[in-house]
């Protein structure tokens, strides 16, 4: 986080990002997928990179960046859930969801067949 915070500019993260931290009482988080690190406080760290509509070249950079963020997060052993932050391979949801990812894809094999269901994300 440290070094996320040291290397933001407004160039980096587009004139209109915000940043976000908010606390999380791990007892008062039901969701059986969420993964939260075994502190009884956790924090959530969000980077919201906003740019221009009018900006598609500044649209890709956020991107590759929100991609490099990622990967930083991931290679240090953290979490991060992305939400149309860029495109993730079944492979980078599986290792965002840990050792529960094969059992998110029962409820979806069962109850939409057809594959409705997030297609766009490619979780499964």
Same mark, same amino acid.
């Given at each position: 986080?440290?070094?996320?915070?040291?290397?933001?500019?407004?160039?980096?993260?587009?004139?209109?990002?915000? +940043?976000?931290?908010?606390?999380?009482?791990?007892?008062?988080?039901?969701?059986?997928?969420?993964?939260?690190?075994? @502190?009884?406080?956790?924090?959530? &760290?969000?980077?919201?990179?906003?740019?221009?509509? @009018? @900006?598609?070249?500044?649209?890709?950079?956020?991107?590759?960046?929100?991609?490099?963020?990622?990967?930083?997060?991931?290679?240090?052993?953290?979490?991060?859930?992305? +939400?149309?932050? &860029?495109?993730?391979?079944?492979? @980078?949801? *599986?290792?965002?969801?840990? *050792?529960?990812?094969?059992?998110?894809?029962?409820?979806?094999?069962?109850?939409?067949?057809?594959?409705?269901?997030?297609?766009?994300?490619?979780?499964?």
């Amino acid at each position: 986080m440290a070094g996320d915070l040291a290397e933001l500019t407004p160039a980096g993260r587009g004139p209109l990002g915000q +940043v976000a931290l908010s606390p999380i009482l791990r007892a008062s988080v039901g969701s059986p997928l969420l993964r939260l690190p075994a @502190d009884q406080l956790c924090y959530a &760290f969000n980077l919201i990179p906003l740019t221009p509509s @009018d @900006d598609p070249a500044g649209a890709r950079r956020l991107v590759a960046a929100n991609r490099a963020t990622y990967e930083r997060v991931r290679d240090a052993g953290g979490t991060l859930y992305p +939400v149309s932050a &860029f495109p993730m391979a079944p492979a @980078d949801w *599986r290792a965002t969801s840990g *050792r529960r990812s094969a059992c998110s894809a029962r409820p979806r094999t069962n109850t939409t067949p057809a594959g409705v269901l997030t297609p766009g994300y490619e979780v499964f």
